[in-house]
Each structure stands twice: as C-alpha cells, then as structure tokens.
C-alpha cells in the first residue's frame, strides 16, 4: 500500500512556515510599528513550530505506521532517507555559517549539527550555528524514536495513555526541570496528538466540513484566551489538522483551494529548506540595506518579509538542483566504474 496524502496539510505546511518568517522578521528589526497585530499577533506566530511537529508526525505515519507494527520497513533505508534529504543543504548551511563567523565554539557547535544528532543534546536549543536548527534536532529524535512511538499508537487505548503521560511530562518539564520546546519529551505530547489524529483520521473524514472549520476558528480564540499556553496550542494544531484531513477526503463536495493549490504544495516540499535558510537570508537583506528601502512602517515590513521568503525559496531550488545533478554525476560515475 502507497502512503497516504491529504493534499490540504501542504497548506499548513506553507503557513506554519511563512508564519515564523514574519516572526523572526518582526523580532529582528525595530520597526516604527505599534498595535495588537504587531505586538501579540504576529509574536504568537511561532508557535506554528508546534503545528510543524503534529504535522510531522501525521505525516510519518501516512508512511511507515504500518511498515513499523508490520515489521516491513528497511531501517537501514528508513533512516538513510531522512539523512539523505537532509544533511547535505542543512550541512552546506552549517559549513557556510561556521566560515563567516569562524570560532572555536562554532566549531563544536558545527560538529553537532553535522551529526544531526544534538536534539540528544540537554542544550540544544542553545547553539547558535544555525540557531533555527534547533527544530531539526528534536525532528531527528523522533526519526529515532519513530518506531517506539508507533508501538505507543499500535491501538487508540495506548494512545490515550501515553498522550496523558506525554501531558504530564510537558508540565513537568516546563515547572521544575526548566527544559523547553527543544526536548522530545516537552514536545512529545504534540507528536503523539499528531499520531492521535492520524489513528482518528477514518473517522474525522466523515464529519461534516462546516463543522471541522468551526471548530479549527474556534480553536484561535481558545489560543488567546489561554495566552498560548499547551492546551491552546495543542487545540489549534489538531483541529487544524484534523480540517485538513477532512478537506482532503475523497468525499468532500467542496476541497479548500486556500489550503491545497499548486503554491502551497510548491512551498511545503521546500518548507524545511526555507525554514533553515531564511535567518542567513535576512542578515543578507539587512546587510545591503533593504530592510530600509521603503520606510520604517508595515509597508517595509511586508517588504523585507516578501525579499527574504523569495530570496529562501530561490536558495533551496537553487541547492535542490546542484544536489541533484551531483547526485546524477556520481551516480554516472559509479556505473561506470563497473
């Protein structure tokens, strides 16, 4: 059986992703700008990284939960695929990062980065070489957990269970260990919720489509209300997802063109590469100047946001295609050499 697709979560994808852009924008220039939609809409915007780990774990297992419980899947495979597709632009971001701003501790910084292995890290969320990475670190632990948490989900009882656990640990965490969103158990309760939607999806498609909207509008007032604590950004991440699963079942009448078009799924299959580079690219915008080209207010705002989306897009296609063609030659190469 192929893996599952819900064409509609690549619209998550693409906004969870545009959303920390306008963020990290914001929270880097001081802009003449004054309001609620500045000061406490757009922060809240970061937490869209939550919704990028229950989408995450949806989507591994549309294609491996049952591969996993099967006991079908080539862990050899499984686990060369997330290195293959990662690495080699996270690496080439890491090496580039390490050269401009060379230094001892980017050196040992940079060697944890390179082994795609400092989510293990009890700082990960601390090193500085490639600062957003630190994402992609908890990420590869849950590639590595991956298997265990299937066994979690093998039935919706277990599921239940060790999604109330993962609840506690995530107090527990926050109130007396002091560690945050960066450590797979902090985290683990929006991973398993992903899991949860995914054991629920048959379900969820049945619903009527009015209903899941509701429910996902509901779900940001919530947020506010509850100052954007777990729960609030736990019940954004599901029922957003679950709307999107819903949208994408065969049987709806009316799909929903703002979440699944051709740019969202351009966008969402370069997400992570965005996300990894849209940091280096606004340092570069701000360097020549152009987060002042047109003012100090929302219209140079928007401005820097649109240069340095454009200007992430343009590097992972760019990286995407030189890989690609690297990958070709060497692969002509070692036909060759036969």
């Not at 944890?112 to 630190?134: K, Q, S």
């Not at 945050?180 to 899991?195: D, V």
């Not at 799924?265 to 997400?271: A, G, H, M, N, R």
Request: aromatic share 16%; proline share 1%.
């Amino acid at each position: 059986m192929g893996k599952e697709h819900y064409g509609a979560i690549d619209g998550l994808r693409s906004i969870a992703c545009i959303g920390i852009l306008l963020v990290h924008v914001a929270a880097n220039n001081s802009y003449d700008i004054t309001g609620s939609l500045y000061n406490t809409v757009i922060p809240s915007l970061s937490n869209f990284v939550f919704l990028f780990m229950v989408v995450s774990a949806f989507g591994m297992c549309c294609g491996y939960y049952n591969q996993i419980l099967r006991n079908t899947v080539s862990f050899s495979d499984f686990y060369g695929k997330r290195f293959k597709k990662t690495l080699p632009f996270f690496g080439l971001l890491v090496v580039l990062d390490v050269v401009m701003s060379p230094s001892k501790d980017a050196l040992y910084e940079a060697f944890a980065d390179l082994t795609l292995l400092f989510g293990f890290l009890p700082n990960a969320g601390n090193i500085n070489v490639i600062g957003v990475g630190w994402f992609l670190g908890l990420i590869f632990v849950f590639y590595i957990c991956f298997p265990f948490f299937c066994v979690l989900l093998q039935n919706k009882r277990r599921a239940w269970m060790a999604f109330a656990v993962s609840l506690i640990y995530n107090v527990v965490c926050s109130s007396y260990f002091g560690i945050g969103r960066s450590n797979i158990l902090y985290s683990g309760c929006y991973f398993l919720a992903g899991g949860l939607v995914y054991l629920y999806r048959y379900e969820l498609i049945k619903l009527k489509q009015w209903l899941g909207l509701t429910a996902a509008i509901a779900s940001v007032g919530l947020y506010y209300v509850l100052r954007g604590n777990t729960v609030g950004c736990l019940s954004v991440s599901i029922s957003w997802l679950s709307y999107a699963v819903l949208c994408s079942a065969e049987s709806v009448m009316h799909r929903s063109y703002l979440l699944e078009n051709k740019a969202t799924k351009f966008i969402s299959d370069i997400s992570m590469e965005v996300y990894l580079s849209h940091m280096a690219i606004l340092r570069i915008v701000e360097k020549f100047g152009l987060d002042r080209i047109v003012g100090n207010g929302w219209l140079q705002y928007f401005v820097t946001t649109g240069i340095v989306l454009c200007g992430a897009i343009l590097l992972a296609v760019v990286i995407r295609k030189l890989f690609a063609i690297i990958e070709k030659k060497i692969a002509q190469m070692g036909e060759q050499a036969r």
